[in-house]
């Protein structure tokens, strides 16, 4: 098996930063009342970023697994990761953004059932998007943040890599890939659901569980490859099958291009992996932009006043609270000395 690629020598921070922005940009459409840009003629440019998300995160977090098959640290570091962060957004929202911005008196609000009820957020089984009285007249209206839906999904994610690994399945990884593409056949074919979303999503980290297991395997040989990859969608697409392909391309392309070392983009992360805190942050920031400005506001200024707060936002996170909370992953022992470099 290939060993890890090395620190910082690839273009993952910067892949991931733009799938945030992605993101952010599908939403801010939505959030000003108009519809969301389309990619290809039938995929959301929200979707395709969290897709991007879920490809790459299979194939780190299988190359952490293999580092250290230990399930215990594999969730910690997992927790780690993902906690910090949520928890700090959910403070935030909870005691300054609901306060500041909801209809109701204070009294009213801290009392209401749904305050109480958002804090179900730091259990990362299932996501409260309401607090009480907020952004009701917004254009999209009382979701506090609508991104975080993707997290429950994630860790269950994690959590059954974590069991496929625990009964040794990663040392065999064709079991791996016959049991993805039978699952892929299944969903495509027998159960066809986009908004099955742990299916959905599911097939793109397993197929990024997948690139990493057979690395040694294509990545010297990674333009041909692709080129194949190519013509099997465009067969699949001929075929109106649009889903697999995109699943096909998508995976590949992002695992691909992120292990490349690209100069300047390679350097991204150079002061700090804000791809999170982008995610975790932008739709209560620009929530609050439009509860500010209203939706008559200059779409392209109000777009720019959110990417701006929130790259603010996750370069706060990132310093005072995800990077001090990655940095205990040192007190989990046989971590690898550079795992920290991929932020997973």
């Not at 009294?107 to 607090?131: D, G």
């Not at 699952?183 to 197929?207: E, K, Q, W």
């Not at 013509?231 to 490349?260: E, F, K, M, N, Q």
């Not at 008559?296 to 370069?315: D, E, K, N, Q, S």
């Amino acid at each position: 098996m290939s060993g890890p690629l090395p620190t910082r020598s690839n273009n993952f921070d910067a892949l991931r930063l733009a799938a945030a922005f992605f993101v952010l940009v599908s939403h801010q459409h939505a959030l000003w009342g108009l519809p969301e840009p389309v990619i290809f003629g039938t995929m959301g440019l929200g979707t395709w970023g969290v897709m991007i998300f879920f490809s790459i995160s299979g194939f780190l977090v299988s190359q952490s697994w293999r580092q250290d098959p230990h399930i215990g640290r594999f969730l910690a570091k997992r927790f780690l990761r993902i906690w910090p962060g949520l928890a700090a957004f959910t403070l935030i929202a909870a005691f300054i953004l609901g306060p500041a911005t909801s209809t109701l008196p204070w009294q009213s609000y801290f009392s209401a059932p749904e305050f109480l009820e958002f804090f179900n957020n730091l259990k990362l089984i299932s996501i409260r998007h309401y607090l009480p009285g907020v952004f009701e007249n917004n254009p999209f209206p009382k979701a506090v943040n609508g991104s975080l839906w993707t997290i429950p999904l994630e860790v269950r994610c994690y959590i059954t890599l974590a069991l496929v690994g625990l009964i040794g399945l990663t040392r065999r990884p064709v079991i791996v890939a016959v049991g993805t593409a039978a699952f892929g056949i299944y969903y495509f074919v027998f159960a066809p659901d986009p908004t099955n979303y742990l299916f959905h999503f599911g097939l793109y980290f397993y197929v990024g569980v997948c690139l990493d297991l057979f690395r040694k395997y294509w990545e010297g040989r990674a333009v041909a490859i692709g080129g194949a990859i190519a013509v099997v969608a465009a067969a699949l697409l001929w075929l109106d099958a649009p889903w697999p392909a995109c699943l096909l391309l998508i995976t590949y392309s992002s695992v691909w291009i992120g292990s490349r070392t690209t100069p300047v983009l390679n350097q991204i992360g150079r002061f700090g992996d804000v791809s999170y805190g982008v995610y975790v942050y932008a739709f209560g920031v620009q929530q609050t932009v439009v509860w500010l400005v209203g939706k008559t506001f200059p779409f392209a200024a109000g777009l720019l006043i959110a990417a701006v707060i929130t790259t603010l936002c996750a370069y706060l996170s990132w310093y005072l609270v995800e990077q001090p909370a990655l940095a205990l992953k040192v007190r989990l022992r046989a971590a690898p000395a550079n795992h920290a470099a991929w932020h997973q």
